[in-house]
DNA sequence: ACATATTGTCATCGC
DNA sequence: GAGCGATGACAATAT
């Protein structure tokens, strides 16, 4: 029954990465969800399982190198923030090459940094392209799936509190529970991202159907089931399968498979990714991707031809289609593009030679310069001159499109916009007056940004390769989910655990805390729940601080609930008051009783209870205060004053009751200041993040435009030199383009004018615009 | 022993 | 003007 099931889940899964790899979309999710509930638990395993899963990822996202307040690591939580920074880096533009290869460490299920960290891993790799092939933790965060890349990132790094923002109280509690029995068996923290739910998914499993106890863990997906990872019931180990056979050279080499792909594309599409491959696409035509559509980009001229349109609709197609093409091509856009698969509207209506002036299968640099040098000489005097070299290459469009030429560019002098005045490499300007060419304005400066586009993207370390492979990660909705998921969203939910912390600040509060990072609301637990830890249980006993705005943490905190309670005195403050209890509880704690056997235990205790003390604490003793430093420091003032009252004390006391105070509430102001200062450090570092995010989604819309707009430029050339080739005089004799230029009314006609009246019209339509802008 | 990080304290400012 | 919080700067302490 083992070897039969983790054959079964073995084989699917190398055989759903197999069609994957091959371009066939396979969703396991469908199969599971509606089909086959016991190969859904077969794979997948207990759904209860992945209940813990989340619960304990709530403590150990990164592994651990979440904040937790139980254990305060900030150099890992640093460390693991990096690394999300640089994978989410990977989707962006400055990242170089090596970094790939740190994303590839992760992959490594022996790898160091992935031993450590499975749930991230796993996670991260289910948003990189393995989330269709991996149902478990998709069918988790199903309804995250959509929120793109760096949603899933930030649900690893700093989410707990977005988590936890949705959990309540007794929920928290509970997973204190949890973590605390959890170490106190001895179990690392690496066991329960796997071992321990494995451990509970065996049980559960025996409970159903009296299974084995080895069988891999189905929340981790396909990367755990491709690792053979076994785990042991009882300890809660993992180790390899020794999978008789060639099994486990076979799941190796097809994950050799997968990393070779994500080398070489690593930024890849979720489901699409296999499909992105061109020559798999023709090889076995997919499914689920729609046909065609990555060159669906011209649709609306085409489309435009059969029906009258409004130019904004037409525009927002456009748009909308480009984002699907964003979203659906990837890395091999240009070879999509130009590979295009047979029955493609493009290649057949258009015959889009490879050789195109309209070249994406190049870089950035070539996307950019070489489209500016290719607009000026599409628009230079040279195109007609030779009409007939540039038609060859170009698309025969049937006379009838030339109506979407009317509808898109309006009135347009065509031969104003082939052959503009020297000076303006666009043809934009020659849009007439009266009825505004929609296009022309954003075109215009869109041609014109096209050079310092590529300027920018050489400072941004912009890869141009990768752009343009990247197009798609955080494109249209996605990417703008995406952001939104950051700033505006996310911080709701971050902010709900952690705005505690800087909401008691109210000056920074608006501003500072709008971007608040999930790290900065773990940040915010840090600090006090640290001293929260230390507290003893003498400080619990009624030495504490009033600290309001630190209750809020108390939810961050471990420490059991009933204890703490977030009553209004906490002490957030690491020190013992003990010296200022009760006498007899004071006694029994520092006058250890004389000729016991624990005498020396007891004076250690009472050395440690000394040492733990602070030195208000010491003076006041020493001063005979006969109230608690924590009244002294957190009392209302009015209850202060009262309390003064009813003591006779000596001007030095009172000096130094006051000096306490002074520090006391000095020290928590610190504290708090500092605080702050972290929280505004970390969101400044999101708010760059998100911003570096957002620039690079609009340096890609950008070069997705000017790609459209080259061409559809060029169709427009195309269609010009078609009409204009098929023109006779009455001696059946072509016009001399030269002489001749086809003017397009307004109205739908297309008129032949005299080359000077047009260069006129030209050069008319060209001032009234930079007239209007003044 | 040294470097670095953390924490406590003081001075000062502004509310 | 007292009280208090915020914060920079420095020192003490911890790691």
């Known amino acids: 029954m083992l070897s039969l099931k983790k054959y079964l889940t073995e084989g699917l899964l190398q055989f759903t990465i197999l069609l994957s790899l091959i371009g066939v979309r396979v969703d396991v999710d469908t199969y599971l969800t509606s089909q086959l509930p016991p190969l859904r638990e077969i794979i997948l395993g207990p759904s209860s399982a992945y209940t813990q899963t989340q619960f304990h990822n709530l403590r150990n996202t990164l592994d651990g190198y979440g904040i937790h307040p139980k254990s305060i690591d900030l150099d890992n939580y640093f460390t693991a923030r990096r690394l999300l920074n640089q994978v989410r880096a990977l989707d962006r533009f400055q990242v170089p090459t090596t970094e790939v290869n740190a994303w590839l460490v992760h992959r490594d299920p022996e790898g160091s940094v992935s031993g450590s960290q499975p749930s991230s891993g796993l996670a991260l790799e289910s948003s990189s392209g393995l989330q269709d092939v991996t149902g478990p933790d998709n069918g988790v965060r199903e309804s995250e799936t959509e929120q793109g890349f760096s949603e899933d990132l930030e649900d690893l790094g700093a989410v707990a509190p977005p988590v936890s923002g949705d959990l309540t109280k007794e929920d928290i509690d509970l997973i204190d529970i949890l973590w605390r029995q959890d170490i106190d068996l001895g179990a690392g923290r690496e066991i329960f991202d796997y071992s321990h739910r494995q451990k509970e998914q065996d049980v559960d499993k025996e409970l159903r159907d009296g299974a084995e106890q080895e069988d891999t863990w189905p929340g981790e997906g396909a990367e755990a089931l491709a690792r053979n990872l076994l785990v042991d019931g009882e300890t809660g180990e993992s180790f390899p399968a020794q999978v008789p056979g060639g099994e486990d050279q076979t799941a190796l080499s097809l994950e050799e498979c997968l990393r070779l792909l994500e080398a070489t594309c690593p930024f890849g599409e979720n489901a699409e990714f296999p499909a992105d491959i061109s020559s798999i696409t023709e090889a076995v035509p997919s499914e689920s991707e729609p046909p065609g559509l990555q060159n669906n980009l011209l649709s609306p001229l085409l489309t435009g031809t059969e029906s009258p349109f409004d130019l904004e609709q037409q525009w927002q197609d456009l748009m909308s289609i480009m984002e699907m093409q964003a979203m659906e091509v990837n890395t091999s856009t240009s070879e999509i593009l130009y590979n295009a698969p047979p029955g493609d509207p493009l290649s057949t209506n258009y015959s889009l030679a490879p050789n195109t002036p309209i070249n994406q299968n190049v870089s950035l640099h070539q996307a950019s310069l070489g489209g500016c040098s290719q607009d000026f000489s599409l628009f230079s005097p040279e195109v007609e001159s030779l009409p007939v070299a540039s038609s060859s290459t170009l698309l025969p469009l049937v006379p009838s ?254 000096s130094l009751i006051r000096d306490i105070r002074r520090r006391g509430k000095n020290k928590m102001a610190a504290q708090n200041c500092r605080k702050r200062k972290l929280d505004t450090i970390l969101n400044l570092e999101r708010d760059v993040e998100d911003l570096q995010r957002d620039k690079a989604r609009l340096l890609r819309e950008k070069v997705e435009f000017l790609r459209s707009l080259r061409q559809m430029k060029q169709k427009v050339q195309s269609l010009y030199q078609e ?52």
């Not at 941004?460 to 998921?485: C, I, K, T, Y």
């Not at 999930?518 to 619990?540: I, K, R």
């Not at 008319?764 to 930079?770: A, C, H």
């Open 401 to 654: 499109n030339s109506t979407s030429l009317n509808s898109t560019f309006g009135s347009t002098n065509l031969a104003g916009l082939f052959f503009p005045p020297q000076l303006n490499g666009t043809a934009n300007d020659t849009a007439s007056p009266e009825l505004p060419d929609p296009l022309g304005g954003l075109l215009d400066e869109a041609m014109l940004d096209e050079i310092s586009l590529m300027d920018l993207a050489i400072e941004e370390g912009f890869n141009p390769v990768q752009a343009s492979q990247l197009e798609e990660e955080f494109d249209s909705d996605s990417g703008l989910s995406l952001d939104s998921s950051h700033s505006p969203s996310s911080l709701s939910s971050s902010e709900g655990s952690s705005s505690s912390s800087s909401s008691s600040s109210s000056s920074s509060s608006s501003s500072a805390s709008s971007s608040a990072s999930s790290s900065f609301s773990e940040e915010g637990a840090v600090g006090y729940s640290s001293d929260s830890e230390t507290l003893d249980l003498e400080e619990a006993e009624g030495a504490v601080g009033y600290q309001p705005e630190y209750s809020k943490f108390c939810r961050m905190s471990y420490q059991d609930p009933s204890q703490l309670s977030c009553l209004p005195y906490l002490e957030h403050v690491g020190h013992n008051h003990t010296y200022n209890m009760a006498p007899s509880a004071l006694d029994s704690a520092d006058l250890p009783p004389p000729s016991t056997l624990k005498k020396g235990s007891k004076e250690k205790q009472a050395d440690f209870l000394d040492k733990q003390m602070s030195r208000d604490e010491h003076r006041a003793r020493a001063m005979k205060i006969p109230f608690t430093n924590d009244k002294i420091i957190n009392l209302p003032v009015e209850e202060f004053n009262e309390l003064l009252s009813k003591y006779q004390l000596s001007e030095a006391q009172l």
């Open 723 to 774: 009409v204009f080739g098929r023109l006779r005089d009455e001696n059946g004799r072509p016009y001399s383009p030269s002489q001749y230029a086809l003017q397009y009314a307004g109205d739908g006609s297309v008129l032949l004018i005299p080359r000077t009246l047009a260069d006129q019209q030209a050069r008319r339509q060209e001032r009234k615009p930079k007239d209007r802008r003044k």
